[in-house]
């Protein structure tokens, strides 16, 4: 038997949708080893997040309503969920692997002297044993894990489950858990917050994507992939390649390292299809690749493939798409 | 100020896909064809190193990295991009480290050292891709860990991070010693090292370091994760190729393709 508490992020009473995947993710691992699943919240407006917790799957929800949780603080955090891990004595803790999971998992599962496993997509039992699978080597490949310790935390990638489902007729307890928390463990302190000047959507909450790589060959390139994906509604990606030479600043990247995505609609134009760069666009509905390259990797992943000089259908594709959705919508 | 870096060496991740198979009898990669290398993260950490270095006066660089013989290349590599120093620590047993027991050991090293006061890793190395051993590392030394730093600086006794955030960027402040894991960006791009370096940097000695070296604990040098099985999925997906003339046909076809998809 294994319980299972999954850290559950919350602002101002609401989950977030990796919240609500690690929720999923969670309750079902507990399921397949006869545990009970719990959610821990903190911050204010935890008990209100508590109640969502349990809609949305887990059968007992723990709450830290500290003033001192409010904003995200990485000492802070983890004195935090490292107690809740602690008094709620499961033996399992998910998180998901995003941007703070990357600060807090190593450091969680070395207080709690767990195991830990980030990146991680899926599970199998087999003959009682929990194995975890996770890409490995760029994605070309998926390793099944078995955990060596006591206790484990786990780190579930964004977009890799279906976030759990809502079902107000769930009950379940509510614990306040008391815990000191106090200023004087934090040391990382954030000096200035710079938003990214992306206008429109956000990349992992883009329906549509338009994404740009080597070969576009300058930033210039990037304008006429605005300009598609302004008439398509969508936002702009890049390939790491496309940012590290400076085209695009790295918030664009799309990938192993930058976002990862899941649109409908996911449309790369000069990008060979390295597999870190594939590895973000798993669960991409419909991929189109426009590359001159005829034998480039993006393509074995792609739907619909353009083999052209690039400049020769985007800026016509922008132009038949305007008319096109003009006579759709007009 | 004494900055240490921690390599590693990796398969070459640009081996294409067609290429790459796992050896079932070892879980490993069959690396009859591919090359190893520095992974790329550790390369910008490297580089981001040096050049902090370079601009603050009476630091040092010491390349550190965890593995056997075969991984002197890297350390040669950061020599070349002229590390001050480079150390080598390894045992035979340690065969099937994780991120984790890799970060002890590390953390291990460092203290042998008698400490540093900015150590760098990687974000996450493009083989086993945990992102475990900068936070593993810095729990191990007791010490503060940005994740995700692009960028970095030295104000007085304050060290400040340029980050990936959630929608943008942060700059995070945090006193010295820390651990920062890297990521690649326009200001951390690896240099040509210069001919008379790489000549350099062949002469330079390699300190080795091995276990009765370094008070460690052997309980948390066991891995704390076991690999059970490797396997290449089958993703491929088949392709339809559009068919045109001309960029404008191609363009009116994939138009009409698309209007198809309930996307639009």
């Known amino acids: 038997m294994a319980n299972v508490l999954i850290y559950a992020n919350q602002q101002g009473g609401n989950l977030s949708s990796n919240a609500r995947e690690a929720l999923a993710f969670g309750s079902s691992l507990a399921r397949s080893a006869n545990g009970e699943t719990a959610a821990v919240l903190i911050g204010p407006g935890a008990g209100t997040a508590a109640k969502e917790a349990i809609a949305f799957g887990a059968e007992k929800a723990y709450t830290i309503d500290s003033p001192l949780l409010a904003q995200y603080q990485v000492e802070l955090y983890l004195d935090a969920i490292s107690e809740a891990f602690e008094k709620s004595q499961s033996t399992i803790l998910v998180l998901p692997f995003d941007r703070k999971g990357k600060d807090l998992i190593g450091r969680l599962a070395t207080r709690s002297s767990a195991s830990a496993l980030t990146e991680v997509i899926d599970f199998k039992v087999e003959e009682g044993t929990v194995h975890y699978v996770r890409p490995i080597y760029g994605d070309k490949a998926y390793g099944e894990y078995t955990i060596n310790r006591k206790k484990a935390v786990i780190g579930i990638r964004p977009k890799s489950h279906e976030p759990a489902s809502r079902d107000e007729n769930r009950t379940g307890d509510i614990i306040p858990l008391k815990i000191d928390l106090s200023e004087e463990v934090i040391v990382s302190t954030l000096a200035e917050k710079i938003e990214s000047a992306l206008s429109g959507v956000r990349l992992e909450d883009a329906r549509i994507i338009v994404s740009g790589g080597r070969g576009l060959g300058g930033p210039e390139g990037f304008d006429e992939l605005e300009a598609l994906a302004n008439v398509l509604g969508g936002a702009v990606g890049a390939s790491r390649a496309a940012c590290d030479a400076g085209w695009v600043p790295t918030s664009f990247q799309v990938g192993q390292t930058g976002a990862v995505v899941a649109p409908d609609l996911y449309i790369a134009v000069g990008i060979s299809g390295a597999s870190q760069h594939l590895s973000g666009i798993t669960n991409a509905k419909t991929v189109v690749a426009i590359n001159h390259d005829s034998e480039a990797p993006i393509f074995k992943r792609a739907n619909l493939g353009v083999v052209a000089d690039y400049m020769s259908v985007i800026p016509a594709l922008t132009k038949a798409l305007k008319k096109r959705m003009g006579v759709n919508t007009g | ?264």
């Open chain 2, 1 to 264: 100020m004494h900055i240490v870096v921690c390599l590693k060496q990796v398969l070459d991740p640009e081996l294409p896909p067609r290429y790459f198979k796992i050896d079932p009898e070892t879980n490993r990669p069959d690396d009859g064809v591919a090359d190893m290398v520095m992974d790329s993260y550790a390369e910008n950490a490297l580089e981001t190193a040096i050049q902090l270095r370079d601009k603050i006066g009476g630091a040092t660089v010491t390349a550190l990295c965890l593995g056997d013989e075969d991984s002197e290349d890297v350390l040669r590599r950061a020599l070349s991009f002229t590390a001050d120093r480079a150390v080598r620590v390894w045992e035979d047993e340690w065969e099937n480290l994780d991120g984790q027991a890799v970060g002890h050991i590390l953390a291990r090293t460092i203290q042998s050292f008698g400490g540093a006061d900015l150590v760098l890793t990687g974000y996450q190395a493009s083989d086993i891709e945990e992102g475990l051993v900068g936070p593993v590392l810095a729990e191990e030394l007791g010490i503060p860990c940005v994740t995700l730093a692009s960028e970095l600086a030295v104000e007085g006794s304050i060290l400040k991070a340029t980050c990936e955030a959630e929608n943008g960027y942060q700059v995070i402040d945090v006193p010295s010693p820390a651990v920062f894991t890297i990521v690649s960006s326009e200001k951390n791009v690896p240099r040509l090292p210069k001919v008379k370096d790489i000549r350099l940097s062949r002469s330079k000695p390699i300190e080795e370091l091995e276990a009765d070296d370094l008070e460690i604990d052997a309980e948390r040098c066991q891995p704390a994760v076991a690999l059970r099985k490797v396997y290449v999925p089958d993703r491929e997906v088949a392709c339809e190729f559009l068919v045109g003339e001309d960029g404008p046909e191609l363009a009116s076809g994939l138009a009409g393709k698309l209007m198809e998809l309930k996307v639009l």
